[in-house]
């Protein structure tokens, strides 16, 4: 009987705890204060410096709105496995000196990769330096 008791234990933490839940997408996005986890995630991918001052918000009709230092995009979403994809259509400075120009649309989506209830995007600088930008989904 103890057998029994300690398999069904077992069983209920292996699938109890599995990371195949699906990842709800949708919400408001903000790059938050590091936490250790951050700062070992960051170490991991030997990132130099962090881009801050961003948000993003998924909506659940995979429309997009994404703001960031000097930019304010919009576009519609996609999840594809561990990566969102946001396919940029409207791309306008937030700067008021800057307006009068349009900003580029990028060609190819932003990528960013899913990590928990966290996405982050990676930019590479000149030579090896890599910047992150990590947003965290506000509760």
Not at 46 to 56: E, P
Not at 73 to 99: A, C, E, F, P
Request: charged fraction near 20%; include cysteine.
């Amino acid at each position: 009987m103890r057998k029994v008791i300690v398999l069904a234990l077992y069983i209920t933490i292996i699938f109890g705890c599995s990371s195949n839940k699906k990842f709800r997408a949708s919400g408001d996005y903000e790059v938050k204060s590091k936490t250790l986890g951050d700062r070992l995630f960051l170490h991991k991918l030997k990132a130099k410096s962090r881009i801050i001052g961003s948000s993003l918000n998924l909506t659940p009709d995979s429309t997009f709105l994404y703001i960031t230092c000097g930019n304010q995009m919009t576009g519609h979403w996609l999840q594809v496995s561990d990566s969102m994809l946001l396919y940029v259509i409207t791309n306008v400075y937030r700067s008021d000196s800057l307006k009068s120009s349009n900003a580029q649309i990028p060609d190819e989506p932003l990528i960013f990769h899913i990590r928990k209830a966290q996405l982050y995007r990676i930019f590479a600088s000149s030579g090896s330096d890599k910047s992150v930008e990590l947003l965290k989904k506000k509760n």
